[in-house]
């Protein structure tokens, strides 16, 4: 087989963007390395989901109260272990489990960053073939280096992210992430075990006619929210509308498309549910950071996620994020 010297592969890629900081150490490229390592694991693992025994409840309820799938559990290993053993990252915290995770061995107490993920994301779907995701947001600490990270690491506003990524397990495989110069994807080459620069700096479309929300709790949504849905289906002069909706129910590939393609995702608070269901370090955060990054914006109807100082580990927020313009409408609605 031809190799193909036109690619670039990440590492290439994060190895000389280094090249402008003379002062980097190297250790975020290393924290995403490792982290497009686990989900290459993952990936294999999701991709022979139906064949194999893996697929199912583990019989464990998470710590937000919902069942557990095994193979979220074995990419919430997946991640911890390789995040352990490299020499980037002091701690994580995951969706999957109730605490954080400080490592406390010689070489993570003097490492620079922590980790939060959601291992994997809309796993209601794995059964029924549907594309699912991993998101991630890396902080530097706040703590000293050298000794063992605490809550405060982890409970920062997500406006001190320095990098925040997901990968997106669909028809290919791709990991975006993006860090204050922009927003980055790789398509994994499963030929060669890559991740390969495929979409280089990622801008979102200021408009687009893509609003994705479930539908099936209208009425438990504020009359601000309803609103503005109802304005998205009516055609309308000055917002080009009817929209198109569009709603997988897998947060990271609703968001993918309406970043590459231009969109609105929301998940509003309902009547029984007022901070809605996403949690704001795992999920909100993250893509409010990329989506801001690739020229959108997100809120929580209130003020923009990224601002919110969070107090809990697994706290929810209603999330609203998407093209710039379409936000703007949103928000003379809420
Ligand atoms: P999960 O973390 O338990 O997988 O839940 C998060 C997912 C998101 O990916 C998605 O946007 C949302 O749940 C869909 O929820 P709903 O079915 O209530 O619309
Ligand atoms: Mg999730």
Redesign the pocket.
Known sequence: MNFNRQIQTLDEFTIQQLRDFPEATGELSHLLRNIGLAAKRVNVEVNKAGLVDILGDAGTINVQG?EVKKLDVFANDQFTRVLHHGIACAGIAS?ELDDFVAFDDAKSINSKYVCLF?PL????NIDVNVSIGTIFSVYRRVTPVGTVVTREDFLQPGNQQVAAGYVVYGSSTMMVYATRRGVNGFTLDPSIGEWTLSHPDITCPDKGRIYSV?HGNFFKYDEGVRNYITACQQKDKTNGGPYTQRYI????S?VHRNLIKGGIFM?PGTTGKPNG??RLLY?CNPFAFIVTKAGGRATNGTIPTLDVIPTELHQRSPFFVGSSRMMDELETYL
């Open positions: 919902e969706e959601d994301d809309g796993s209601a479930n129910g897998s947060m990271v609703d998940y269901k996403l999920e």
